[in-house]
């Protein structure tokens, strides 16, 4: 991270800009690759944005990521490179930079970088009925129970990443034999809605195992967390899909959900040094 001060204002209001660049995991998640790199964080005080400080602190973090051998950057964290502010920027997952942030697209693709990976961002009012009318329900209401508890850890690399969210897991298990055929998780956004305002939720990770895709568990295991979820008082969920997944917006849709926002994680050849 480097951060930007200036000494000439009082001392508890000195910090006016900061950048925070990392890397992405290896493939065995275990590790980082150094040549992929990310900007996950941009931020200036507003009295001094139009001055060239963006520009500065851009140009220091990717000399940074140069000198650890970063080839492959993006600007806006995405799905495969994340190493800090999960759940903490843009939504509950990674969704790069968003659409309602004015004036970032421009200057983003000022600085030489192309847009890359697309995301959809999806709200929905709990005050809204929930779908149960699917026929296909009724069927899967005898062959499978579901299981709520806490988010297990499953390796050091995800459990860094997304250590600090209070996650539950929604899982549908076979009855007959237990076995987990399909995944969603949740957790509470408490960084994104003041404390006087209803509590809203983030949903993720929603996962059904390949044999069993097509024949409605996901809809069924959504309608499933949407109902545990209202039942928690909760008033808003939103969700993060990549752009080309028509079958994901397909479904959110039909679960009632609606488009809210755009993101984009854009990239830039840093092969070349930063002159």
Not at 32 to 45: A, E, H, K, R, T
Not at 134 to 159: C, I, M, N, Q, W
Not at 175 to 186: G, K, L, Q, Y
Request: aromatic content about 8%.
């Amino acid at each position: 991270m480097t951060l930007a001060f200036d000494d000439e204002r009082p001392a508890n209001q000195q910090l006016v800009g900061a950048v925070l660049a990392g890397f992405g995991s290896a493939a065995d998640r275990k590790s980082l690759d150094p040549s992929q790199g990310v900007i996950s964080m941009l931020l200036v005080n507003p009295d001094y944005r139009h001055k060239g400080l963006g520009a500065t602190l851009l140009h220091k973090a990717e000399q940074f990521l140069i000198e650890k051998g970063t080839t492959d950057c993006r600007f806006g964290d995405n799905w495969n490179r994340y190493p800090y502010c999960w759940g903490m920027l843009g939504s509950i997952s990674p969704a790069g930079v968003l659409k309602s942030m004015d004036g970032a697209d421009q200057f983003i693709q000022s600085q030489g970088y192309v847009p890359k990976e697309r995301y959809e961002i999806y709200g929905r009012p709990m005050n809204q009925a929930i779908p149960w009318g699917d026929p296909r329900f009724a069927h899967l209401r005898r062959k499978y129970e579901l299981r709520v508890g806490p988010r297990r850890v499953s390796t050091s690399f995800d459990e860094a990443l997304q250590g600090g969210l209070e996650t539950m897991v929604f899982e549908l298990l076979e009855t007959a034999i237990e076995r987990p055929v399909a995944e969603m998780r949740a957790a509470e956004m408490t960084q994104f809605v003041g404390k006087s305002q209803p509590p809203q939720a983030g949903l993720y990770g929603l996962h059904v195992i390949p044999e069993l895709r097509g024949q409605g568990l996901g809809k069924f295991l959504m309608a499933q967390t949407l109902q545990h979820l209202s039942d928690q008082l909760f008033e808003q969920v939103e969700t993060v899909i990549p752009a080309e997944n028509t079958e994901a917006r397909s479904l959110l849709k039909g679960l009632g959900f609606t488009l809210i926002d755009e993101g984009t994680s854009y990239a830039k050849d840093l092969g070349q040094s930063v002159s």
